[in-house]
């Protein structure tokens, strides 16, 4: 005989689970109802701006409703990251991000206002992102070991623009084994920093190839050296730190995410999207154009890959000797 009580109980359990069900589907297929936003961590003009531009257009296509843009820069991302753990989770707020307001933040700032994990959904993996050292190019240097040389002989009269956490944290860490000091000039996003490298205001910084490359092409800023894993296919005669007997090197990425609990149907839905449009010989070519590798996957393999940067990211830092503010 079953127990009224364990059958109550199981019949509870069941009326759950179909609840959920149901309004997982539901939220399948009414997403989305009205227009979604996308929110960046850094101003109009950089990388991660042109790559959400390029993903907007697919997605608003694919769903059939306007995809706009939002630009949030400051604070090491953490603007942006904030506004999105904060927005409804109902799929019309997505963040396209990078390694900085989800990996390297935490380093950085002290006080951060959201978990870089528990708050947000992971939905998926763009790619990796290579970076290089660019100077301007009247700059008394042409190579990674003339800038330090310059740097000792010159004390005090290097400066050098950070638009992003790689940029921090690179160049911190290549004053530390390189045994040379700089001026740090911290700006909201990478553009800015390179308007006064391209100026002469600033002698040099750490940028994504992405940004830079237009303007390396018509000789307006000059390549040092990549501070990535691998030689860029876009810049095949710039030698990377390692192959100079520097051992460190530096990637950033791009991924999506969600707020915390926003519906899987909506996630799936929206990974699917990323894997097909990036799959497609057009895409891969625009990536190509925009030194991105694309490295695409599950929700599950983003959050793995998140986890490990966290660790990755933290470790740099506290090497670096940066300690966080705010």
């Not at 990388?47 to 993903?55: L, N, V």
């Not at 380093?107 to 100077?135: H, S, T, W």
Request: with cysteine; glycine share 8%.
């Amino acid at each position: 005989m079953i127990d009224r009580r364990q059958f109550l109980v199981s019949s509870a359990a069941v009326a759950a689970l179909g609840q959920t069900v149901s309004t997982a589907a539901l939220a399948q297929a009414a997403w989305p109802t009205r227009p979604i936003s996308i929110v960046i961590l850094f101003a109009a003009g950089s990388g991660t701006d042109t790559m959400a531009r390029i993903f907007a257009e697919k997605l608003s296509a694919k769903v059939g409703q306007p995809v706009t843009i939002d630009n949030k820069p400051g604070a090491n991302g953490t603007i942006a990251g904030a506004a999105v753990a904060r927005a409804a989770p109902d799929g019309h707020t997505l963040m396209f991000t990078s390694n900085t307001s989800h990996a390297a933040a935490a380093a950085l700032v002290k006080n951060m206002p959201y978990d870089q994990v528990r708050d947000f959904e992971a939905i998926g993996l763009v790619g990796l992102v290579p970076f290089c050292v660019v100077a301007h190019p009247g700059a008394p240097f042409d190579t990674i070991q003339e800038l330090v040389a310059y740097a000792k002989a010159n004390p005090g009269k290097l400066s050098y623009g950070t638009g992003n956490s790689t940029g921090v944290v690179a160049e911190e860490t290549l004053k530390r084994l390189l045994g040379f000091d700089a001026v740090q000039v911290p700006y909201k996003s990478v553009p800015p920093a390179l308007n006064d490298v391209l100026s002469g205001t600033l002698q040099y910084m750490v940028a994504d190839m992405g940004t830079v490359l237009p303007h390396i092409k018509s000789g307006r800023v000059k390549p040092i050296v990549s501070i990535s894993s691998e030689r860029s296919p876009n810049l095949p005669n710039l030698k990377t730190l390692r192959e100079q007997g520097i051992e460190f090197d530096l990637d950033g990425w791009y991924a999506m995410f969600a707020p915390a609990r926003t519906p899987r149907p909506i996630i799936d839905r929206v990974n699917a999207i990323i894997r097909e449009e990036y799959s497609k010989p057009e895409m891969q070519q625009r990536m190509r154009d925009f030194n991105v590798i694309l490295k695409l996957g599950s929700p599950e393999d983003l959050l793995a890959f998140q986890k490990a940067e966290i660790e990755k990211w933290t470790k740099l830092a506290r090497e670096a000797g940066i300690q966080p503010e705010g």
